[in-house]
């Protein structure tokens, strides 16, 4: 059932009036909360700025979801760049050490070659990711969205009792 709700959510944040920008900027940010160490402090402050930010914070916790299922994946590649940007890299070890004396600095975990790691692949991916969603929220809404509508399989669907009871259901406990 979560499933299908999360689904039905996707449908309806792309189907909806919410601007294709807000919808790719909560998936890059929820690009960094999937790949990053949820309790890391960095975290908290991609939060804090979806929450100030006008981004779509269904399709945040959505990329989230499916991006924490991938961090297992690339793991090992967020562990080898921490590696090389905190030990390999010895020309950096005086940044580090400055980094690490500040104040708030260390609770961020970033002598944590994963965390750090993580941390500079999910950065690097943001632009990215909101250039690809961007485009392709545009390009669904534009040539996909109407197709799909004028299937007989969609109006079959829309006409049946279960799909009305099933949205009545959902739009209450939404």
């Not at 919410?18 to 909360?33: D, H, N, T």
């Not at 269904?58 to 090992?76: G, N, Q, R, T």
């Not at 390999?88 to 975990?109: A, E, K, Q």
Request: aromatic share 12%; proline share 4%.
């Amino acid at each position: 059932m979560l499933t299908l709700k999360i689904l039905r959510k996707l449908f309806r944040i792309l189907n909806g009036d919410v601007s294709p920008r807000q919808i790719a900027g909560g998936f890059a940010f929820g690009v960094i909360l999937g790949l990053t160490p949820l309790l890391s402090l960095h975290n908290l402050l991609v939060l804090f700025l979806i929450c100030i930010i006008r981004v779509n914070v269904s399709s945040a916790i959505f990329s989230m979801l499916i991006f924490k299922l991938l961090a297992f994946l690339i793991d090992p590649l967020s562990h080898q760049l921490g590696y090389l940007l905190l030990v390999d890299f010895g020309f950096l070890n005086s940044f580090w050490t400055f980094l690490y004396n500040l104040p708030i600095v260390p609770w961020t975990g970033f002598n944590n070659t994963l965390v750090l790691g993580s941390l500079v692949i999910s950065l690097i991916l943001f632009i990215p990711n909101l250039i690809v969603v961007n485009k392709g929220v545009v390009a669904y809404r534009t040539s996909l969205q109407p197709k799909l509508e004028k299937t007989k399989l969609f109006k079959l669907i829309k006409a049946t009792r279960i799909y009305s009871w099933y949205n009545k259901i959902s739009n209450i406990v939404d």
